[in-house]
């Protein structure tokens, strides 16, 4: 059984930063892309930024030289550092392995201003 989990979030101040951890289990974690997403209460969950199985990386631009996607295929981990973190990025950050289109449970992430 595939399991994708979340660790990292917590509250921190504007400005501060915060390293998001995805550890997916029971699959060939090098040949799926992984992507970080979103969502802030009464809003869509959306798309933060994602890494290829090739390590080829795209992000939205509301966060783009500030969040760095990253990905380690020998602990199966993927990775989202954010820094000079805003109020605006306060949300439930969740990881989604592409290739199964499986979800983590999702990680709270709150920036106080």
């Known amino acids: 059984q595939v399991q994708v989990v979340e660790s990292g979030g917590g509250l921190v101040q504007a400005g501060g930063s915060l390293r998001l951890s995805c550890v997916v289990s029971?699959?060939?974690?090098?040949?799926?892309?992984m992507a970080w997403h979103r969502q802030s209460p009464g809003k869509q969950r959306e798309l933060v930024a994602k890494i290829t199985n090739s390590g080829t990386t795209t992000y939205d631009d509301s966060v783009k030289g500030r969040f760095t996607i990253s990905r380690d295929n020998a602990k199966s981990t993927a990775y989202l550092q954010m820094d000079n973190l805003k109020p605006e990025d306060t949300a439930v950050y969740y990881c989604?392995?592409?290739?199964?289109?499986?979800w983590g449970q999702g990680t709270q992430v709150i920036v106080s201003s």
């Open positions: 989604y392995h592409t290739y199964l289109r499986l």
């Open positions: 029971g699959s060939i974690f090098e040949l799926s892309g």
